[in-house]
C-alpha cells in the first residue's frame, strides 16, 4: 500500500494492482533515487544484513544488490520459488530487505504528504 500511496502524491490518481515491481516502476524518478539511497543507508548500518548477504551468497549462491529494484525481484516469486521447491528449473529467490524497504518508502511517502517520520 505504501508504493500505492508514493504513486497516489506523485499522479494525484489511485494505481490498482499488486505486482510490487509493476507499481514501483510507477513512482517518479526522484523517489525511486530517495528510496535506493535510504536503503543502502540502512544496508550499511546493519552488521546482521551483511552476513546474512554473504551466507546467501556462499551457501545459495544468491547474489544480493542493495536496491529497490533488485530486493523486489529477488522476492518477488520467492513464495512460489519455495512452495514448488522440486522444480529445480526456478530461478532462486529469497525474501530479504523488507524492513529496510519499508522504512525508505514509508520515509519517501511521508515526505510527499508533508509530514517529517523522523
Known sequence: MVIKSIAYYEKNT?????NLIKLYQQISTESKREINNN???LYKQSEHA????????KQAAIKVNWNAMALLSLSANAFENWRYAFDLGKKKSCFIGFSELYESFANVNDSLKGIDSK
Request: with cysteine; net charge positive; aromatic share 6%.
Open 39 to 41: 536503503c543502502k543507508k
Open 14 to 18: 489511485w494505481i490498482a494492482g499488486h
Open 50 to 57: 551483511k552476513k546474512i548477504i554473504k551466507q546467501l551468497k
